[in-house]
Every structure is written in structure tokens, then in C-alpha cells.
């Protein structure tokens, strides 16, 4: 075996380790950009052995690339950092409890919210800001314009949007 073949071989070797090592390290695609590049020295080294190897190489790199890809998006959900970079930390029962609390004491704060009275701070044409409670938010008006200092009431809570009219 000559000196390139061995270097082909070798690289395409640490090449195909960093890709494997990519999937479990997180490094943002340094380590599979590197494991890239170092695929492309491999390439170089077969074509400097002779035509077919590098011509072997070459069309290997352009199949296995795209399939090693694949691959990487398949696995990645199933590691540990993979589950955390695309769920969150959804494997805690604890914080799985304290979101569905918040969350429902988020839609008890809006049920408590329709009917309650306020008065507007700016002008709402149709969006502006009210006081309800001592608490300012940003509501919106149903009916169009409606001065600043009117008196409002809550009709209906919609996700963040607080509709209100004038009394």
C-alpha cells in the first residue's frame, strides 16, 4: 500500500468518527463541518493514488454525504441533546407539572378578567393601552375609536388579545 492510499484511507476513517461524534457532541456543526473537510483531504489523497481510487472516493463522498445526513436528523431526536435541543426539557415530570399550572392559571386570570372595568390611557384606534385593577395592558377596541379617559369594559379574552368597549 502506498503512502497516499493510507492517508485516504486514514482520513476518510476520522472523517466517518467525527460525523459519529457530531450526533452526540454538541458544537453547532463545527465538528461535522470539520469531519467535511477532512472527507474532501481524503478525496484529494485517493486522486493523487490514481484515477480510479479517486474517482471511487469522489462519487462515494457525494452518495454518503446526503445518506449520512439523513441519518443524522433521524438520530438526533433520540439523544439526550437532541431531545433538549428540539422538546425542551420535557423528560421532567416536575416541569411538565409547573407549565400545565401556569397554564392554567393563565386562563383563570383571563376568565377573571371578562367584565371587569377599566379606563382607557390612550386613545384606542382600535389598539391602545388600558387600567384595569391597577394593572395596564394592551387592549383592543371592538367597536373602533375610542378616547383616552372613557370608561371600558372587557368583552372577551382571545389568547393575549383583551377586547373591550366603551360604557
Given amino acids: 500500500m502506498s503512502d497516499n492510499l493510507l492517508w485516504g484511507i486514514g482520513l476518510m476513517a476520522g472523517a466517518v468518527m467525527l460525523f459519529l461524534l457530531e450526533l452526540f457532541v454538541p458544537s453547532g456543526g463545527v465538528i461535522g463541518l470539520t469531519a467535511f473537510a477532512i472527507a474532501i483531504a481524503g478525496v484529494v489523497a485517493f486522486w ?23 441519518f443524522a436528523l433521524r438520530i438526533m431526536p433520540n439523544t439526550p441533546f437532541g431531545r433538549r435541543l428540539i422538546l425542551g426539557d420535557e423528560d421532567d415530570e416536575e416541569a411538565l407539572a409547573l407549565r400545565a399550572q401556569a397554564e392554567a392559571d393563565r386562563h383563570e386570570r383571563e376568565r377573571a378578567l371578562i367584565g371587569a372595568e377599566g379606563v382607557a390611557l390612550t386613545d384606542l384606534r382600535p389598539v391602545g393601552s388600558a387600567k384595569f385593577d391597577g394593572q395596564r395592558l394592551e387592549v383592543l377596541a371592538e367597536t373602533g375609536l375610542i378616547k383616552a379617559g372613557t370608561h371600558l369594559r372587557v368583552t372577551r379574552v382571545e389568547g393575549t388579545q383583551v377586547k373591550v368597549r366603551g360604557i
Fill in 48 to 70: 493523487m493514488e490514481g484515477s480510479a481510487w479517486g474517482l471511487a472516493s469522489t462519487i462515494s463522498v457525494i452518495v454518503l454525504v446526503p445518506l449520512a445526513f439523513n
